[in-house]
């Protein structure tokens, strides 16, 4: 993908990773509509990221704010929609709330499911186009304490791949990237406490950005970053049983850290 010449709907801009992804593809040439629910945040960050660069507001938990994202993005003229926007929710599935579980799925699977299937046609009739959705490596390997936001990544991961295979005849990419853990406002304090006990690496929104535009450029379909994270997900889709056996002996560990968590 050349990103001088693409026009790009970026949703969650205004959250940790969607704002540094924002600077370097602003960076790379390219012209960004950045998508989001807080006003202030993105009128402050299309501010510093001068020329070329749009906003709009819109809640991706509700059909009526995909369909008017939707809208903003063909009158933009975009060729390229990374869904980024997403929310995390770390607690045993059985104290959960609905609303919550609901959330989960609808932010993380249903709106970009729905935002893809909005703007298929117009991606189909540009020259060149790219999809790019942000899973996780919990869409991979699934983990206890995250059973809603694994299901939804999962699911995630899932719809990319069948949309690749679907588009192969055509000039729309599919590029699913799947991040470990990453510092920024989503991971809550019992997050961090957990993934500091577990030893689990995070990377900088930074790493991670440069990452995905340089899978973005390149047009890879699959990108799941982090060792041993990677190896791990790889032994989760032909052995799951010895992941089970290995995520068992961590429970006592997640459960300790769930029960201080309201997110
Ligand atoms: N952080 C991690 O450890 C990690 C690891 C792997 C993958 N990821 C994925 O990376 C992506 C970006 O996450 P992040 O770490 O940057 O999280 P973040 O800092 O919490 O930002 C989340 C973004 O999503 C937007 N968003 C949430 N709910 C929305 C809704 N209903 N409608 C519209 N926008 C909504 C937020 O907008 P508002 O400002 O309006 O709330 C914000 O811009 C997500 O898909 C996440 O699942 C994150």
């Known amino acids: ?28 040439g390219a012209a960004l509509l950045l998508a989001g629910r807080d006003q202030g945040r993105l009128a402050a960050l299309s501010t510093s990221l001068g020329t070329g660069v749009a906003s709009v507001c819109a809640d991706l938990g509700r059909p009526a704010g995909v369909v008017a994202l939707a809208g903003a993005a063909r009158e933009f003229g975009i060729n390229v929609l990374i ?3 997403g929310v995390g929710a770390f607690g045993l599935f059985e104290n959960q709330d609905w609303p919550t579980i609901e959330g989960v799925l609808a932010t993380n699977l249903e709106a970009p499911v729905r935002l893809t299937h909005a703007l298929l046609p117009w991606l189909k009739a540009q020259p060149q186009a790219a999809i790019v959705n942000i899973g996780s490596t919990f869409g991979s390997l ?45 991971n809550s304090d019992p997050v961090k406490a957990l993934n500091r006990a577990l030893k689990n690496h995070s990377d900088s929104a930074e790493d991670v950005a440069r990452q995905i535009v340089r899978a973005l450029r390149r047009g890879d379909g699959e990108s799941h970053f982090g060792f041993p994270e990677r190896l791990f997900a790889w032994i989760n889709g032909f052995a799951p049983a010895l992941i089970d056996r290995g995520l068992a002996g961590k429970l006592a560990i997640i459960k300790q850290h769930s029960s201080s968590s309201s997110s």
């Open 1 to 28: 993908m050349d990103l001088k010449n693409a026009r790009i709907l970026l949703t969650g801009a205004s959250g940790g990773l969607g704002q540094e992804l924002a600077r370097q593809l602003n960076d790379a």
């Open 83 to 85: 869904n980024n926007a």
């Open 142 to 186: 699934p983990f206890p304490g995250f059973v809603a936001y694994s299901a939804a990544k999962a699911g995630l991961r899932g719809f990319s791949q069948a949309l690749r295979r679907e588009l192969a005849d055509s000039l729309v990419s599919v590029v699913h990237i799947a991040p470990r853990a990453i510092d920024t406002p989503l």
